[in-house]
């Protein structure tokens, strides 16, 4: 059972400007043109503390923030709250709606099936992650995670908690509306814990973070500090949202393969035919891919460049059994499980090692992205992908097992800089 707290949040001050100019996306999605233009449009925006540069980053953030906190541009909170959160948004057509509560978890190795994974993580971003927590001993993004809520119990509860004007609400230049409600009731707070108690945490976005977490809290004890029970050390800022919640939106990464020493098109497609038929088209290929999907199809688009593509869809799903034998069924049978597996790692001979250090590979959720990069010569090939289910995610997550790196593009992402989480 996940150990939720309340917290004494670290958020921006009127000081600091207005918060539509303070919030930033994920740092990893951010182009160093987008991470100037965020600046020039507030020195305070919360990317100088999340994304540093310099030729000192980590310590040039650390200072930043101590800075920030004797100008009184950011202050904690008086007293502990749980702050629920809503991003409304257009996507496939539809305006949608996710709406969750922020708050501390109790930091808990994965292995204790508490706070379960599903996807491999890159040790870069971990790396990245560890420094920068050190130097500020801060979490300065939360993690995404989901939890089963088939009652309705908790979603009850933070509706009636939320059944006023929020108390931040702003318009990002994306689109997405955020508001934020901040719920300093004791007995409120006490009862959500309560309902949270009999529940599990499927991370959805924030592995690296989550893993660096758990690092730094190791890393402070190996230091030689006690860390008491309430410690903030032992636990980690997390979002958590109903599995059930209508407006959970998945998008798909795709795959883009580059720099091999050799690619002959024709053989991959001679062997990639032993396993997959093959079905050539041209145009635009997401109405095939949108008609496997709904088919319930394990299947793929390889584009190796203008006019034609081939779709790949799976013949017998049993040669993955052979391939991943100890693997459970949700896992083997995922289209990312088949692509890497059966695809990348057997007819390319990409390792997964390659794959993690992303050698001959990189990600985008763009398809157009991925698509242009082989017409320019940039890559030998692309593979554009379905999304994953949410109901395929916990699957695996409850099996204790994890997807390959970059399986799922939760959208949209949560924003960074509404709430923060001092470990000191």
């Known amino acids: 059972m996940p150990e939720i ?47 540093p540069r310099g030729e000192h980053p980590y310590n040039e953030a650390g200072c930043t923030l101590q800075s920030w906190l ?14 629920i959160y809503e991003e409304e948004f257009t996507a496939l057509g539809q305006v949608k709606r996710v709406k969750g509560f922020i708050s501390r978890v109790k930091l808990t190795p994965f292995s204790e099936g508490v706070v379960l994974p599903h996807e491999e993580t890159l040790s870069k971003a971990k790396a990245d992650r560890f420094e920068l927590m050190k130097a500020t001993d801060c979490n300065f993004s939360q993690i995404y995670s989901l939890y089963f809520d088939e009652d309705r119990g ?14 931040v609400y702003f318009t990002a230049e994306d689109g997405v ?24 945490a499927y991370i959805a976005d924030g592995h690296h973070r989550y893993e660096t977490a758990l690092n730094y809290r190791d ?27 209508e407006g959970l939106v ?36 997401q109405a095939a891919l949108d008609a496997a999907y709904a088919r319930g199809e394990k299947s793929f688009v390889l584009y190796t460049g203008t006019p034609v593509w081939h779709q790949l869809t799976l013949k017998d799903t049993a040669v993955m059994d052979e391939l991943l034998p100890g693997k459970s069924e949700a896992g083997k049978q995922l289209d990312v499980s088949i692509l890497h597996t059966l695809v990348l790692e057997r007819i390319f001979g990409i390792d997964k090692e390659n794959m993690a250090n992303q050698l001959n590979l990189r990600y985008t959720r763009d398809a157009a992205d991925a698509m242009k ?41 949560l924003i960074t800089g509404l709430v923060m989480n001092r470990f000191a």
């Open 70 to 83: 004797e100008q009184g541009v950011l202050r904690q909170d008086d007293r502990a709250g749980i702050y």
């Open 373 to 413: 990069a082989v017409d320019g010569g940039e890559a030998n090939c692309a593979f554009l992908i379905n999304p994953t289910r949410v109901s395929e995610i916990a699957a695996v997550a409850a099996a204790r097992e994890k997807m390959p790196q970059k399986s799922t593009y939760f959208y949209p992402k």
């Open 177 to 200: 509306i955020h508001r934020l409600w901040c719920v300093y009731d004791e007995a409120a707070a006490e009862q959500l814990c309560g309902l949270m108690r009999d529940k599990k």
């Open 219 to 245: 890393h402070l004890r190996a230091q030689g500090r006690a860390l008491e029970e309430d410690d903030p050390a032992n636990y980690v800022m997390m979002m958590l949202v109903s599995m059930e919640n």
């Open 5 to 51: 707290k309340p917290f004494r949040a670290l958020r921006f001050t009127e000081q600091a400007g207005e918060i539509n100019t303070l919030c930033c996306p994920p740092y990893d999605i951010i182009s160093d043109e987008q991470r100037e233009g965020y600046l020039a449009a507030n020195p305070h925006n919360i990317i100088r503390l999340e994304l």
């Open 250 to 285: 998945v998008f798909p990464t795709h795959r883009v393969v580059k720099n091999l020493d050799r690619f002959d098109k024709e053989q991959v497609l001679a062997d990639c035919a032993a396993y997959f038929t093959v079905t050539e088209g041209m145009g635009d290929p």
């Open 154 to 167: 908790v979603a009850g509860l933070i509706d009636a908690l939320s059944a006023r004007e929020p108390d």
